[in-house]
């Protein structure tokens, strides 16, 4: 069943209506609904949604009011008081705290309290004097409130606007105080960015709010509201194309929805000029709200179509590129812009919303050329491959009764179709149907592979680049093997391009810890080859999906990247061949770290089973290595679980199996496979075997990672000390302290331990151990935390003396609970 879905406004609908068509944002909706339901002290949670126009602020803060008036328990505290969208009446103070009175008379529902308050804002709107309407107004609601014993939720949209309307310097200071001060009211406001007076701390509504930013709708929910609003389902593989389509922006993606499903090539032309047509106030609006150099650089970007740097948009626009570049930035923080990848000093920009790219272009030129690219632009993010092909079929059809003026646009419409990546397997399918009248299409589409050699050498040129591990070199490389080839679809460059650059410079990218980089550049990929069965491209679809959910995982998006893993391990799982098989197996891997952090391990523990299961007999190095891996997180998993010895078992497995390993990744899984056995033996009282794990650890060959060195000393002076021969542990701890300022970061755990060891050294010995180490500086809270606790007063700044004071406490409280 569709929902009723209005173009602008969902402030038209009934609250049934706007229920039943609220199918997104649902984490934002209950997050905001669990904080109203949290007021209920003198303070209150002030929210602010921000996102950009067409991101679903109206409809979240309106399903807000709804459930407010139909919940029980909300409806008894809470009464809402819903503004317009654009508050245009008001430009002071006392017109807002008007405005609320006007706006709860409209909205108060019984026949007493209606009439009332009518006759209090006609009396109000009288007075001249600001302060003084608003003192009387606000005095108005809050009578109100006390009458109904509720507090009165202000539902305030575009407030970055509004507060630029209100001229007034101390308008803000005034609007704060009240909303701090005055239990009564609470306020939900929505704005299109962030803005000074949130964001800066001398401004006055800084940290007022609790901020929601509204995202791009991902995969799942642009499908669900696909669904919802035209009653539709898309196939999976095209939703990713209408997310990039729509910037993930829910009411492009509802306007869209009404794009007919006809194949006809006369009908699509006139239902894209019909949408575009329908839509172009809403199209024009959000080009008129930017600023004009913004606006300049905006259409810029959106004429080049492809994913530019600052400098070919200056020139284009007509602009210096620094001044280009800070328009660039506003527009990047307006949403309106994204970076698509790139370096940190040569980002690429694209249009976040790629409907306006297809806007503009039928807006700007004149003749049928353009319309019919921005046709085929729009399908490829419309339909599936089938259905494209099927398309394609229908216009060759069509050419045998057209006349030569028709037969023209036809053709070119043809041949701007088989030239999509995604239709690059069926390419010789589709031209071998193309009828004569057409000409000789191969020879527009086709190329001469030896001018491909300039993007072959400058993939070259970045492999060599990586090799010798220069690995920023190497990225600028393959950007600019993207610039200059990326767009060319035809010939060898699809494939040189999609290889080397969209598969693993996304890679490299992730190396670099640049994850959202690599996210821009990977996803692009995904999307641009994944409906290609061409076996190279499989393989970077395969190899590109696997960054990414390694990507998602730096950025500690976590479900995002079990899901991302799951979807190639669901795609590709079956496939025999070598370099699917290593990604697949990589993917796994990914899912049992992610579901790790997640702490869902009896998940881990199957998915690590099925490694092992699924490539038993499989000799590849680079899956024995992610066995290996799998293993040694299922002994980890045991061991979390309290089934200590099943771990054991598991480690001595690893220690059997890849004890001679050659590759660095097996040979640190035996590591850790080593100091695996050492907790175990260690937790179960048997300190000779802990110590020899971990001897035995120290003489694999091969470099180990300062973390393994760390966890091997401190496991080694834990045995120790449990046997009582504490001296024998200092070397241990005297190696930790030199390891110290190697670890990337220092985490609680590496704290704990040190806690650890001073309880079992003693404050006096383990201070000195740490002055006349490498650590000294680094630790300096801790040393002054022990000169406190041996009676002793350190010289140190203030801020060291308030954490060392932290620091003596915990310490104190761990030493008790071990005594």
Known sequence: MTVTARKYNPGFLTDDELAASFCVRTDEFESMIEALRECTGSANTHQIVIGPRGSGKTSLLLRVAVEIRRDESLSGRFFPIVFAEESYEVSTVGEFWLECLSRLAGQAPSAEDGPELHRTYEDLN?????????????????????????????????LNMLLEDIGEDDAAWR???????????????????????????????FELFRVLPLRPLDKDDCATLWQAVSGRCRAPETIQALRILTGGS??????????????????????????????????????????AQERKVYLALAHLWKPATAREIARRARLDTNQCSAHLKRLTERGVVEVAGGTVRRKLYYVAERLYNIYYLLRRARGQAPLI??????????YSVDELKQFGTTIASEAADLDDRTLGLHRMAFQHLVRLPVLEAHRQELLSI???????????????????????????????????????????????????FGTDNSGLFPLVVATALLGKAGGTLALLHRPEEALAILEGAIHRYEESDARPYVHVVALAMGWKSIALFQLKRLEEALTASSRLVDRFGQCEAPEIAIQVARALESKILALLRLHRLEEALDVSNDVVRRFEGNDTPEILDVVAGALVDKGLVLFMLYRREEALEVWSEVER???????????????????GKAAVELVKGRTAPAIAAVDGMFQKRGARSPEIDWAAHMLRAAA????????????????????????????????????????????????????????????????????????????????????????????????????
Request: charged share 30%.
């Open 126 to 158: 009288q007075i001249r004097d600001d302060r003084t309407l608003g003192d009387r107004c606000l005095g108005a609601l809050q009578d109100f409130a006390d009458r109904k014993g509720k507090r009165l939720v202000l539902f305030v949209e575009n």
């Open 657 to 675: 199996r890849f004890g001679t390993g050659e590759t660095p990744r097996m040979q640190d899984s035996v590591r850790g496979a080593l100091l």
């Open 720 to 819: 120790r000390q449990a046997e009582g021969d504490v001296s024998a542990s200092v070397g241990d701890v005297e190696a930790m302290l030199a390891i110290l300022p190697r670890l990337d970061a220092l985490p609680r755990e590496v704290l704990d331990d040190l806690s650890r060891i001073i309880v079992a050294l003693g404050a006096e010995k383990v201070r000195d151990l740490i002055k006349v180490s490498p650590s000294a500086d680094l630790l300096l809270p801790l040393t002054t935390a022990l000169e406190q606790s041996l009676g002793e007063t350190p010289r140190v700044a203030k801020e060291v003396e308030e954490v060392a004071e932290d620091i003596r406490r915990e310490l104190e409280e761990l030493r008790k609970s071990m005594t």
């Open 434 to 484: 193309a009828p004569a009248k057409f000409g000789d299409l191969a020879g527009d589409i086709v190329i001469d592979p030896a001018s491909s050699s300039g993007a072959e050498n400058l993939i070259r040129k970045a492999w060599a680049l990586a090799a010798q591990g220069q690995l920023e070199h190497a990225v600028n490389a393959w950007y600019e093997a993207m610039e200059r």
């Open 175 to 205: 609007l704060r105080q009240t909303f701090q001060t005055e239990p009564r009211i609470l306020l939900l406001a929505s704005a299109t960015s962030r803005f000074e007076e949130i964001d800066n701390p001398d401004k006055a509504f």
């Open 250 to 291: 829910p009411r492009l993606l509802a306007i869209v929805a009404r794009f007919g499903a006809d194949l006809s090539f006369r009908e699509l032309m006139a239902d894209l000029l019909d949408l575009v047509d329908d839509h172009t106030e809403y199209f024009k609006s959000h080009l008129d709200s930017l600023p």
């Open 373 to 382: 690219e921005a046709l085929i632009r729009f399908m490829e993010g419309w």
